[in-house]
């Protein structure tokens, strides 16, 4: 945080990361299974710009999760980044290598782990936010075939803010380096 209570000049940067995954292996044996996986979010984020003597810089947050179902003797896989509730599961049969699933988004509910906010003008806000709170995600994998499967999850969420100096700030910094040059 930079702050000025009167005149002058500061200059902040700040990121905050937070990385999550996990690996989970099973195996599928005496003909074919399914996997079923539902769990509840609580999907948020929010960026602000308010502050009197800001003049350059920006506010962003981030949130990305993703899974990714492999079976290990072929490496036929299919991936899934979570939209959607209950109602809008990703539904996909197994057997389809490089399958991407994607939500029908019925009744658009908006639930999203995968957003991205940011702001540059002062003063400037953005959210998102699932009013009703918690929402429920799923994915159904049809047919999974025998062999050893591996389920990954990997989620990233982040926020920055960044300040910039002004312009005179730079060109007086620049006659301070050529002064010391000189010297």
Not at 15 to 41: K, M, P, Q
Not at 101 to 122: F, H, I, P, Q, T
Not at 160 to 169: H, Q
Request: proline content about 3%.
């Amino acid at each position: 945080e930079s702050e000025i209570q009167s005149t002058g000049n500061a200059r902040s940067n700040a990121e905050i990361t937070s990385n999550t995954g996990f690996l989970f292996r099973f195996a599928v044996a005496g003909g074919t299974a399914d996997l079923n996986l539902s769990f509840e979010a609580d999907p948020s984020l929010y960026v602000e710009i308010n502050q009197l003597l800001f003049t350059n810089g920006s506010a962003q947050a981030n949130m990305n999760a993703s899974f990714s179902l492999t079976l290990d003797a072929t490496g036929e896989q299919i991936t899934w980044s979570p939209q959607g509730t209950a109602a809008n599961d990703c539904v996909v049969d197994a057997g389809l290598a490089g399958v991407i699933c994607v939500e029908k988004m019925v009744g658009g509910d908006g639930a999203d782990l995968n957003r991205n906010l940011a702001v540059s003008s002062n003063p400037q806000s953005a959210n998102y936010s699932r009013v009703a709170g918690w929402s429920a995600f799923g994915l159904n994998v049809n047919g999974l075939t025998e062999g050893n499967w591996t389920l990954a999850f990997n989620a990233v969420t982040s926020s920055s803010v960044r300040t910039v100096p002004e312009p005179s700030i730079l060109a007086l910094l620049g006659l301070a380096i050529a002064g010391m040059g000189v010297v």
